[in-house]
């Protein structure tokens, strides 16, 4: 069993009603399948704001997805969204998830 921290910013913060979490996970598992499973802990409005969605069926998750506005931190780290299923994850890692805001001048 392997324990992390999960940090969670602005709109992801609302969405799981707390700004931290420590969260058990079984060996082997991927940062994809944490997101997965904090999506079903979390309900529809988590797994929203974390999975992109089907344009015709908004309701319809994909959940192979990220959405291209979230940023997903391991170890102080920013994660490419096309290696969130191989990166498997280790006792006492540290994920950040927060949303990107848009902005500049």
Known sequence: ???IRIQYFGTL???AAKAEETYD?????SLSQLLQQLASIYDIGFSGEIFA???AEPIEILWDSLRSDIMVML???AVAHNHVAEIL???G???ALFPLFPGGG
């Open 25 to 29: 996970l079984a060996p082997e598992t």
């Open 13 to 15: 913060r609302a969405a």
């Open 53 to 55: 969605t089907n344009p």
């Open 93 to 95: 890692d540290r994920i």
């Open 1 to 3: 069993m392997a324990s």
């Open 89 to 91: 994850l280790q006792d």
């Open 75 to 77: 170890n102080d780290k």
